[in-house]
């Protein structure tokens, strides 16, 4: 990934770029296992891009505390504006994720359409910086594209992750152009994947990874 790529270019139309090419589809992922979540206490999200899952986390779990870290001031402003009546539990930090160093434990790390701006090496590295921060039991949500090992979807997800990495680049200056294999990643970290649900044919995932 670029060091640099500025998101804060899409930001305040990031919402209706979403909308007008997924509907609610995205959002619906990112949500998915919310229900799951009543008994998380300390939450990481990182680049939740306008605020959108912090805020409906912070409002649905009224005793987490969040730490919400993205590269974007202007993501980040959108996200303050958003989770306004949590700010008591509510941090915010700017900062590249690969390179924040945490200062507490966490029983969740969310990652919605974030890991998809990764090489599998910085997936890697992030996930290994991140462990020794989690909790026993802690839970990893990860939110992303998806190419179906088979199928008919399978050469649309892949024409369609073309076009969305392209675009990105052209808007922000991201340099990744495939997905990342995360699985593997946190496979190789001892998590184990306790709950995933698929939407669009399998082109968006939603998955809930739990440390033993």
Known sequence: MNATPNFDRIAR??????????????????????????????ALILGDG??????????????????????SAVMLQELRRRCRPYTDRLVITQDNALNFVPDASY??????????????????????????????NARWLVSDFHI????????????????LYAAFRLLTGLRANHLPDHTSVLQRAGMVCIRRCVFLGG??????????
């Open 13 to 42: 139309l990031y919402r209706w770029m979403e909308w007008l090419s997924f509907g609610p589809l995205l959002h619906r992922t990112r949500t998915a296992w919310l229900r799951e979540l009543f008994e998380v206490r300390r």
């Open 50 to 71: 306008d605020g959108r899952f912090t805020r409906d986390l912070l409002r649905t779990n009224r005793q987490v505390h969040v730490h919400a870290v993205d590269l």
């Open 107 to 136: 029983d969740l790390v969310a990652t919605h359409f974030f890991l998809d701006c990764l090489s599998e090496a910085e997936v890697e590295q992030l996930v290994q910086t991140l462990l020794p921060s989690l909790t026993d």
């Open 148 to 163: 179906p090992q088979q199928g008919a979807m399978r050469p649309i997800a892949a024409l369609l992750t073309r076009i």
């Open 203 to 212: 082109i968006l995932i939603s998955e809930l990874w739990q440390r033993p």
